[in-house]
């Protein structure tokens, strides 16, 4: 009896997640359907839809059409910045609420912790004004100096840092080594795993990030994907066909990074929750 309540139960388990996941994959599925249509709009039913014939016309013109190829461009550049400055400064910093002590330390950390807390449209009409003072708006600057660093980061790899024995970094210091050698050519190796969680939850965030691209951005050659879409959407007049080619299109980089690093991902985050 006992065995015959736990198979249903996880039946029940595998069912529930079966549904949550049809959940989530079912409007991926319908905007690359609706993307290899030709005229989606004609199509009053989803019968109709799947009988229409395939065609790759949208995302050719969604390509070739606006500046696509260059909001594509720039969301690949500044993603990529902002992740490798996340990378070396959140390192840095980590490693020195980990290890180090200085004034101040248990207060700064706590102000680090309070701003995790801190919804991004509380700061962002100061943030705002910050960059227009410095004159960064419709540049690159605006785009990736404010990111180059997050409190996320910083307790991630701290948090990790402290999971770590120090004798390591005891021995070194024994025989002479400095800090520098030290946090490069130990630590920083012995953090490749949530170095590497690290990076690609930062480049996820920044690839799909719309809200401070799009107010710190007023010309083409500085937009990213996402605000190029929001812009390709009026352009085109709801034209649903060619907008779920480029939003396919724009999903494809991440898709392919979860698709590779997945389990180090899910591993990663475990691990910088349950470590103290």
């Not at 309540?5 to 079966?18: A, D, H, K, N, W």
């Not at 019968?47 to 190829?69: C, I, R």
């Amino acid at each position: 009896m006992i065995v015959r309540r736990f198979s249903l139960g996880r039946l029940m388990v595998i069912m529930l997640l079966c549904v949550v996941a049809l959940g989530m994959i079912a409007p991926m599925a319908w905007m690359i359907l609706v993307s290899l249509r030709e005229s989606p709009e004609q199509h009053a039913t989803l019968g109709q839809m799947l009988s229409a014939p395939t065609s790759t016309v949208n995302y050719e013109d969604a390509w070739k059409s606006d500046n696509f190829l260059g909001y594509f461009v720039n969301s690949l550049l500044v993603a990529s910045t902002v992740t490798f400055g996340n990378v070396v400064f959140c390192l840095w910093a980590g490693y020195a609420f980990a290890r180090r002590r200085f004034a101040g330390k248990g207060l700064l950390f706590l102000s680090i912790l309070g701003v995790l807390a801190v919804p991004q449209q509380v700061i962002m009409i100061p943030l705002y004004r910050l960059v227009a003072g410095l004159g960064w708006i419709n540049s690159y600057a605006a785009l990736i100096v404010p990111w180059l660093v997050t409190p996320f980061g910083i307790f991630l790899v701290r948090q990790y840092i402290q999971s770590m024995p120090a004798e390591m970094e005891d021995a070194a210091r024994i025989d002479g080594a400095g800090e520098w050698y030290i946090l490069w050519r130990i630590v920083a190796p012995l953090c490749r795993p949530v170095l590497t969680v690290l990076a690609i939850y930062t480049f996820l965030s920044n690839w799909n990030s719309f809200l401070f691209p799009f107010l710190f951005t007023n010309d083409e050659a500085h937009r990213t994907l996402p605000v190029g879409l929001a812009f390709y959407l009026g352009k085109q007049s709801i034209d649903w066909g060619h907008l779920m080619a480029g939003a396919s299109i724009a999903a494809a980089p991440i898709l392919l990074l979860f698709v590779v690093f997945q389990r180090r991902i899910i591993e990663g985050l475990t691990a910088g929750a349950l470590k103290e």
